[in-house]
């Protein structure tokens, strides 16, 4: 589950995080960014996209009913944190640094904070013999 949801945000973080290293590098390129290379990109790997999060979040239900308490709440914290970013997004300007950064790194946040709570779990798994 946490990795069908990581595999789901990575094309994202990782145009993200170029954009980010780009606009930094060439300010100037900001005030002629386009939208339609991100789409064409999006476009590209939606397919890959929406199998892995509907992978991800059948894997999320199954457990959020069956699943030990501990992964209940690693369930409920991802779901608090994807909607509480998508809710706090700014209303900056397409073409400002601060809607680059925003993106770059609520993208990076979507692909490496499943992967934690999974390592997490593993690791806390790995070190006590009892079941939740």
Do not use: Q
């Not at 939208?35 to 929406?50: I, K, N, Q, R, T």
């Not at 199954?62 to 991802?78: D, E, K, M, N, S």
């Amino acid at each position: 589950m946490y990795v069908a949801f990581s595999l789901a945000a990575l094309p994202s973080a990782w145009l993200a995080s170029s954009n980010v290293l780009y606009f930094r590098a060439h300010p100037e390129a900001l005030e002629v960014r386009d939208s339609a290379g991100e789409a064409l990109f999006s476009l590209a790997f939606a397919p890959l996209c929406v199998a892995a999060f509907a992978v991800g979040a059948v894997l999320a239900a199954y457990f959020l009913v069956t699943g030990p308490r501990a992964a209940r709440i690693c369930i409920a914290a991802l779901g608090i944190v994807f909607v509480g970013a998508l809710a706090l997004t700014p209303r900056t300007s397409f073409a400002s640094l601060g809607r680059v950064y925003w993106d770059g790194a609520t993208g990076v946040l979507f692909c490496v904070l499943p992967l934690a709570f999974g390592v997490f779990r593993s690791r806390r798994r790995d070190g006590s013999s009892r079941r939740d």
